[in-house]
């Protein structure tokens, strides 16, 4: 995941602007009784939702004070030179908070996959994936190069739901080998119609950086149904092969 800069916001989609919210919050006092204020609102929501994922403490007022100094062509009150110590000051407070975040869920995916593994229905792998078998498939078992039809809900320690083809409404569709290493060998040790709970190693998962919302060295946990194999994609009729006479 890239960390964005402070200082060099980019232009945005006005359509990503808005985005569901789990949980009652304080409702905003924003009046947009305009265009001009909707369209203002909704390029403030993203970028103040890139800055809050991003773990930034910012002084909204003076925030505030150099957008309108920027729009109003005022001479800025920072030179060159301060911005980029405020650069490097903003490098070093996200570098720290990515470090106290990995050593957080390292140590908290630790002390969990331990006491997890220990429950007799946990089997752990070689690897060190966790998986629990909750409904056992009959049909066939898909290699890595095969491509998948799959019902799932990811989750972190903590229960915040990440990602779910089950919200989505319909399975999603997978290259084996395309996908984290936890669910590359997950897949390949289930049967058609088998449904397992995994948990996944930040190791087998998204490691030191994280994506998204799933912080620095998470430990994943899937609900996963395996629906399908795919059949291989034949040539359309009438393609021909082209061979190639050396």
């Given at each position: 995941m890239k960390t964005p800069l402070l200082f060099a916001v980019?232009?945005?989609l006005l359509s990503a602007a808005v985005s569901a919210q789990d949980g009652a919050k304080e409702k905003s006092t924003a009046v947009l009784d305009t265009d001009m204020a909707k369209i203002s609102y909704a390029i403030g929501m993203k970028i103040g939702g890139d800055m809050k994922k991003a773990g930034l403490d910012l002084d909204v007022a003076m925030f505030s004070a150099a957008i309108e100094d920027m729009l109003k062509d005022r001479e800025p009150a920072m030179t060159r030179e301060q911005i980029g110590e405020a650069q490097q000051l903003?490098?070093?407070q996200l570098a720290a908070k990515r470090a106290a975040q990995q050593e957080k869920g390292k140590a908290e995916g630790a002390e969990f996959l331990k006491t997890n593994g220990a429950r007799p229905e946990v089997k752990t792998t070689a690897s060190g994936l966790q998986y629990e078998v909750l409904t056992e498939g009959t049909g066939p078992?898909?290699?890595a190069t095969d491509t998948v039809s799959v019902h799932y809900k990811g989750s972190l320690l903590d229960g915040t739901v990440f990602d779910s083809s089950y919200d989505r409404g319909e399975p999603a569709n997978f290259?084996?080998?395309?996908l984290i290493p936890g669910w590359v060998e997950a897949l390949q040790l289930m049967k058609v119609g088998s449904k397992y709970k995994l948990y996944i190693p930040s190791e087998l998962g998204y490691g030191e950086r994280g994506v998204g919302e799933?912080?620095?060295n998470?430990?994943?946990v899937f609900e996963m149904e395996l629906l399908e194999i795919k059949?291989?994609?034949k040539p359309a009729e009438g393609d021909a092969q082209t061979i190639t006479i050396q």
């Open positions: 980019p232009v945005v903003l490098g070093e078992m898909p290699k290259k084996v080998n395309g799933i912080p620095p998470a430990t994943l059949a291989p994609e």
